[in-house]
């Protein structure tokens, strides 16, 4: 059994208020949830308008299935949300 986890930085500069990211945050994390059925939860610098730091963990049988399943998740919040990817840490355990 692998464990990927994978911490991902995104700036959204549109975002004005806490209510504005709440719901940006809470649509991305839904939706990422639906399609990989992963965990995935806002972990980082909640206080802060235009970051929105996102902490997911999957699990797989290969590291090369887990890499692919967080690489098909980063392209799809690159193409889905107009939030700009600007940091990604991985690792496995």
Known sequence: MIIEVATIKLYAPWVHSLKDKRMVVKSLINKTKNKFNVSISEVDEQDIHQTIVLGLAC???????????????????????????????????
């Open 59 to 93: 699990v797989a049988g290969t590291v090369s299935h887990a890499d692919s399943m967080i690489d098909s998740i980063l392209t799809f919040i690159e193409n889905n949300f107009e939030a700009e990817i600007i940091e990604v840490h991985r690792e496995i355990r």
